[in-house]
């Protein structure tokens, strides 16, 4: 009963934002130069790698003007990421032999988000806008693989955890984002427009020995449809 209340509240929800939104918006593009910002209370050396493999982005949404300069936005996305980092233990209490293990991440999520444009340029039909916005993501799908570097792969007791049945893994995100919007209206009824963003995770996963945050750039083209109110 209490899951039909809550499916009923969200469509009249979703109803009456579609009613009063004036514009429909779809972007698609990539997640890249991606750090994982690691720490491992065991090691004595941690350094992230900077990943530039491209990964999915894409986000469908509704636009909500509040001023001549502002407009409000709430939007969902389906986003896709990679990272890569590099940790030595030490193999004794003296640390004279170091394991080198490479971690690398991959990790799927579906959000939704609440954001706004602030139009700082505006040029005919250009303009140019400060964006920020914050999500709430969940993980789909995820894994985590090491590998040694300098040793046997054998001294690992696994070298692929699936993440979604990882308990120490945090599988919900809180992000910020904020970057640059360019649009161009092409007619009464669609405009165009571009978009970068840097994204980052407002709170670290933390274990007693881990503790990581991410990090990424997101690039991202689109459309916009003009609902005419």
């Known amino acids: 009963m209490k899951k039909r209340l809550y499916i009923v509240a969200l469509s009249m929800f979703l109803f009456s934002s579609v009613m009063n939104a004036q514009s429909f918006y779809m972007e698609q593009g990539f997640n ?22 491209p990964q999915l982005s894409s986000e469908i949404g509704l636009k909500y003007p509040y001023s001549e300069k502002i407009i409000f936005s709430m ?22 032999e170091i394991l080198e293990v490479k971690s690398s991440f991959d990790l799927a999520y579906l959000g939704m988000n609440l954001g706004f444009d602030y139009s700082m340029i505006e040029y005919n039909d250009w303009a140019l806008f400060f964006s920020g916005k914050v999500s709430g993501n969940i993980l789909t799908s995820g894994s985590r693989t090491d590998e040694t570097t300098n040793a046997d792969p054998s001294i690992l007791p696994s070298s692929t955890t699936d993440l979604m049945h990882d308990p120490s893994f945090n599988k919900c995100w809180l992000n910020f984002h904020y970057g640059l919007a360019f649009s161009y209206q092409l007619s009464d009824l669609a405009s165009v427009c571009s978009r970068y963003t840097i994204n980052n995770t407002l709170r670290k996963s933390k274990t007693d020995r881990e503790s990581y945050g991410f990090n990424s750039h997101t690039f991202s083209v689109g459309l916009i449809l003009h609902l005419g109110k």
């Open 32 to 53: 890249s130069i991606s750090r994982v910002n690691y720490s491992n209370t065991d090691a004595v050396y941690e350094n992230s790698e900077t990943v530039m493999m």
């Open 75 to 96: 939007g969902l996305t389906n986003n896709a990421f990679s990272y890569s980092n590099e940790t030595h233990f030490p193999l004794d209490a003296s640390a004279d």
